[in-house]
C-alpha cells in the first residue's frame, strides 16, 4: 500500500499507531478530551479479530489490559487527568510485574474534574511518579498530529523491548487538532514485540543475564506456567522478602531505563547551534513556543528550540550540552513549572532557567512565550 | 501566505464539521492546514468555535491570532469575537443585529435564512456558510470544496449538502458584487 496523506486529529493518529504497533486489545473509560480513541478502537478492533471492552472505571480499564498483555496481546488504554489518577495503583503493578503496556493520557486541566475540554500539561510529574515506590516508566510527548502516530507507535516498541509501561503524554489541543498527516506504508512499519522463551522447560519468568536486561516473557495459555504478583518476587516470580532479592530487583527494574536512556530519549532542535536564548518546550506548548523563536530569529535574536519528545527518562545529556553555551533558557508550559524543575535540577547554575507557566486553559499564544522573552530582564 | 479563520456560533449548529471540510479542501489542493477547536461541557447549546490556519508553508502556531475571516452565526459569538477582529472581515448572520461598538468590517448575510428556506433545511447552515467562506476567501476552488463535502458529510445527504455549499457560494457571490 502506498503512503496516504490525509487530514487526521491527534486521537486519531494515536489509535493509528496504536494499530500499525499491532494493537489487539483496548480497555477503557471514556473521558474528555481522550474518547475518540475509544470510539475508534471499538470501531477497529473487531475488524482485525481485536477487542474492545468498555470498563465500568479506569481502575478496571488498566487491570483489563495488564491481563491482556499477559496473554501475549499488544494492549492500551487512554484517558485523562482524573482517569490517570485511578490508574496509578496498577501502574505500579504493571512496572514491578514488567507487564508491556501503553496509556494515552490526553492531559486536560486540574486537578479534579477540573476543566474537561481545556487544555494543560500538568501530569508531567504524575506520570513519572504518580504510582508510590522507586518505578521505571517511559514517557512521550508528540508534539503535533503526525507525531500522535509515530510515538505511539513507539510506545509499544519500547514498552515491548524492556517490558515498562509506556506513557503517550498529549494534550486537548494536540489531541483534537487536524492536521496534514501522511502515514508511513504498512509495509514499513516493523513493530518489536517482546522477546519469548524457546521452552517451557525450567523457565524462570525474571531471570536474566544482565543487571539492566529484561527477562524472557510468556504468553499465558501457551503451556507456560508462573506466577505474577505484585510483591517483590525473585526469578520464580513467587513472592520474596530477602533484602537482597527486594534490592537487585528495584535496582534492575531502574537499569532497565537508566541504562538504555540514550536509545529512549528522542527531540527536535531548531537554531540550536549558535543560540544563546534556548527554549525548551514540548507538546502543544512548543508549537506557540517555535513560532515565538521563528520570530526572534527573524529579528535578528540568537533563540533556539529544543523540543522533547521523551519527556521520561528525561533528556540530561542534551540539557546539559546547551547550559554549557545558552545564557537563559525558558522552559513554557502550560503548568506552574513541572519539566522547568528537571531543567533547573540538570542545568544547575550554569544558565539561568525561566519558567514560563500557563493555567487559565488556553494554549499559549507565540506572542505571550515572545513577550516573556523579551521583558526577562 | 498564511490565511485564519475562525468559526463560531452555538454548539450543534455544526461549525467544526465546517472547519475540517474547508481544512480538508485546502489539503486536497496541496496546501497546509491545521483545524483546531475549543468548546464548552455542553453536547448542544453554549458556545463553539473551530479555527482553521491555511498556508503553502509549514503551519507552528496552529491557532489563528488574526483572523482573516471571522464567522460568526450568533449575537453572543458576534459580540466575543467581532470585538477581537482586526484586519479581517467579520461575515454575519443577517439575524444578528449590529453592534456599532465593532468596527471590523462586517458583511451581514442570510446564512440561517438560506439553509432553512431557500435550501430546506436549517441543520445545512453550516455548509452554507462553509460556501460564504470558501468563496469569500478565494483560499480553496468551489469543486475542490464540493469533493471535500462529499467526503465528510453523512450517506444520504450529499444532494442536501452540495445543494446547501452552492447556496453559500452564490451568497458569497453577490456580497463580492456588492462590495
Redesign the interface.
Known amino acids: 500500500m502506498p503512503k496516504t496523506v490525509k487530514l487526521m486529529q491527534g486521537n486519531e493518529a494515536c489509535t493509528a499507531g496504536a494499530l500499525a504497533a499491532g494493537l489487539k486489545f483496548y480497555a477503557g473509560y471514556p473521558i474528555t478530551p481522550s474518547t475518540e480513541i475509544a470510539e475508534l478502537c471499538a470501531e477497529e478492533l473487531p475488524k482485525i479479530g481485536g477487542k474492545f471492552i468498555q470498563m465500568e472505571d479506569e481502575i478496571g480499564s488498566i487491570a483489563a489490559i495488564i491481563g491482556a498483555s499477559l496473554t501475549g496481546k499488544k494492549s492500551m488504554t487512554a484517558t485523562s487527568g482524573p482517569g490517570f489518577s485511578l490508574m496509578q495503583e496498577c501502574l505500579g503493578y504493571a512496572s514491578l510485574c514488567e507487564i508491556p503496556l501503553v496509556i494515552v493520557n490526553v492531559q486536560r486541566m486540574g486537578p479534579s474534574t477540573g476543566m474537561p475540554t481545556s487544555p494543560a500539561q500538568a501530569d508531567v510529574m504524575q506520570a513519572r511518579w504518580g504510582t508510590h515506590g522507586d518505578h521505571p516508566v517511559i514517557v512521550l510527548a508528540p508534539g503535533n498530529v503526525r507525531e500522535c502516530f509515530e510515538l505511539t507507535l513507539r510506545a509499544f516498541d519500547l514498552s515491548e523491548k524492556y517490558r515498562v509501561p509506556a506513557i503517550v503524554l498529549t494534550d486537548e489541543v494536540i489531541g483534537h487538532m487536524r492536521e496534514k498527516v501522511e502515514l508511513p506504508d504498512p509495509a514499513d512499519v516493523k513493530p518489536v514485540r517482546r522477546a519469548a522463551p524457546k521452552s517451557p522447560a525450567g523457565y524462570k519468568p525474571y531471570a536474566v543475564e544482565s543487571d539492566s536486561a529484561t527477562p524472557l516473557m510468556a504468553p499465558f495459555g501457551e503451556g507456560y506456567r508462573w506466577h505474577v504478583t505484585g510483591l517483590f518476587h525473585d526469578e520464580s516470580g513467587f513472592p520474596s522478602n530477602k533484602p537482597e532479592v527486594a534490592d537487585k530487583l528495584l535496582r534492575r527494574l531502574m537499569a532497565k531505563v537508566e541504562k538504555n536512556a540514550a536509545d529512549i530519549e528522542d527531540y527536535a532542535t531548531e537554531s540550536l547551534e549558535d543560540c544563546d536564548i534556548a527554549v525548551i518546550s514540548f507538546g502543544s506548548s512548543a508549537m506557540s513556543s517555535l513560532s515565538a523563536v521563528r520570530r526572534l530569529r527573524k529579528e535578528g535574536k540568537k533563540a533556539g528550540m529544543l523540543r522533547l519528545k521523551t519527556i521520561w527518562p528525561f533528556p540530561e545529556t542534551v540539557v546539559r550540552e546547551l547550559a554549557g553555551h545558552a545564557k537563559t533558557i525558558f522552559v513554557p508550559e502550560m503548568n506552574l513549572g513541572q519539566l522547568a524543575l528537571e531543567v533547573e535540577r540538570v542545568v544547575g547554575c550554569r544558565s539561568r532557567v525561566v519558567r514560563v507557566g500557563k493555567v487559565n486553559g488556553e494554549l499559549f499564544r507565540p506572542e505571550e512565550i515572545y513577550n516573556a522573552i523579551m521583558g526577562a530582564k | 501566505m498564511r490565511v485564519e479563520f475562525r468559526l463560531s456560533g452555538s454548539g450543534g449548529q455544526g461549525l467544526l464539521l465546517a472547519g ?1 471540510v474547508l ?2 479542501a485546502a ?1 486536497l489542493e496541496g496546501k ?10 455542553e453536547a448542544r447549546g453554549g458556545s463553539s468555535k473551530a479555527e482553521v490556519v491555511i498556508s503553502g508553508d509549514d ?5 489563528a ?1 488574526d483572523p482573516d475571516f471571522l464567522l460568526a452565526l450568533t449575537a453572543d459569538a458576534y459580540r466575543t469575537y467581532g470585538k477581537l477582529q482586526g484586519k479581517g472581515l467579520i461575515i454575519v448572520d443577517s439575524s444578528v443585529a449590529l453592534d456599532p461598538a465593532i468596527t471590523a468590517r462586517t458583511v451581514a448575510l442570510p446564512i440561517l435564512d438560506t439553509a432553512a428556506n431557500a435550501v430546506g433545511k436549517k441543520v445545512v447552515a453550516n455548509i452554507v456558510a462553509l460556501g460564504v467562506l470558501g468563496g469569500l476567501s478565494g483560499v480553496v476552488g468551489s469543486s475542490v470544496l464540493e469533493t471535500a463535502v462529499l467526503s465528510r458529510v453523512p450517506k444520504g445527504t450529499e444532494e442536501l449538502n452540495l445543494k446547501a455549499l452552492r447556496a453559500g457560494l452564490e451568497l458569497a457571490a453577490g456580497a463580492k458584487a456588492k462590495a
Open positions: 475540517i481544512a480538508e489539503i497546509n492546514a491545521v483545524q483546531t477547536q475549543s468548546y464548552g461541557p503551519i507552528d502556531y496552529p491557532k491570532t
